[in-house]
């Protein structure tokens, strides 16, 4: 029998994560005796459980004293102990947020999305984060997958209250969208001028990682008008396909949460002192 370690939750098989505290479970003994019941393996993972939950917890102190620099390598340290924990890349990402890191963020929440598609936290940090940076779609086809969850009314309410703000700079979006293309029929039609062709820029690609993303949230809303701003996905991205850690040199992949040689966070920019 599985079961939680935090909350002492049982699990029948095929589960591995609580669903409550965000743990690997642990096998649980017969007899009482949980610790001598452990195998080998089962014992390394608990004390790796254990030392990034440590970690886990002192970045969080250390975030809600404002030290970001300091709480930073501690969630470091923790992610690479325990990446199956949406709650650390979370933490992460707020972090980053904190420190103006917009792209090292962003990362951070698609790794909690991508470990947890239906944690609650992920998906209100994210959307709050896609709503700040107006990138008001994808903010929208999350808040509404968060809506779809959570069942606690007050968390509700706020979760509305977001929605709101989204819908409205989206029906604003798309009223300029569609004031701009009448200004151009009436143009064609009139004056029989025709616009530059480098005048307006339309972007239409899609990252393909954040493709492989959003196909897990299988119950998003699916776009019916396409807007011109997807900010999120293309500005936030880099566009090329490695990056080098600032602190060894190393060649790294563009997404990579962390240095695979040094261990260092993976900072697209010098962070402010």
Request: hydrophobic share 30%; glycine share 2%.
């Amino acid at each position: 029998m599985l079961y939680c370690p935090k909350c002492k939750a049982e699990y029948r098989d095929g589960f591995r994560v609580c669903v409550d505290c965000k743990v690997s479970l642990v096998t649980h003994s017969n007899n009482g005796d949980d610790t001598d019941s452990l195998s080998a393996e089962d014992k390394i993972r608990r004390d790796k459980e254990r030392e990034a939950e440590k970690l886990l917890q002192k970045g969080d102190q250390l975030y809600e004293e404002e030290r970001y620099h300091e709480a930073l390598k501690y969630l470091n340290q923790s992610s690479q102990i325990n990446p199956d924990d949406p709650e650390v890349w979370n933490l992460l990402g707020l972090t980053y947020q904190a420190l103006g890191c917009t792209r090292e963020a962003w990362r951070s929440f698609k790794f909690a999305l991508n470990t947890d598609p239906t944690n609650l936290n992920s998906l209100w940090y994210a959307s709050e984060f896609l709503f700040d940076n107006e990138d008001y779609q994808l903010a929208f086809n999350l808040i509404e997958r968060y809506l779809e969850l959570e069942t606690d009314p007050i968390e509700r309410k706020e979760a509305e209250s977001l929605r709101e703000d989204i819908l409205y700079h989206l029906s604003s979006s798309y009223s300029l969208s569609a004031g701009h293309s009448n200004l151009e029929e009436e143009i064609d039609e009139e004056d029989e001028q025709e616009v530059p062709e480098d005048e307006f820029t339309v972007i239409d690609t899609i990252d393909d990682e954040l493709e492989q993303h959003e196909d897990s949230w299988s119950d998003e809303v699916e776009e019916d008008t396409e807007i011109d701003e997807f900010l999120a996905d293309l500005t936030l991205q880099l566009t090329d396909r490695n990056s080098k850690c600032l602190n060894c040199g190393a060649m790294l992949p563009t997404d990579a949460p962390y240095c695979y040689v040094c261990k260092e966070p993976h900072l697209y920019e010098p962070l402010d002192d």
